[in-house]
């Protein structure tokens, strides 16, 4: 399907930088620390909404390695 895509130009394939995985990586790991802290505070809800946004990054920091790997393989 990712093929066709990109066969039909409507979408391209990107390039995935080693810095790239650990910026995402970085900053999903910091997002999940700040939960932790904001969650020890009390502060339930917000600590919610900030790992949620640690998943986003681990989601995309996935989603990079995929596309890289098949990147990589053809």
Known sequence: MLDDLVK???????NISEE??????NVGVKDLNTAVETFELGNYKW?????YYAIFHGELLLIH???LYRYIKT
């Open 65 to 67: 390695s995929i596309l």
């Open 8 to 14: 039909r130009g409507k979408i391209k394939r990107a």
């Open 20 to 25: 790239m995985y650990l910026k995402e990586f």
């Open 47 to 51: 600590a919610t909404i900030q790992s």
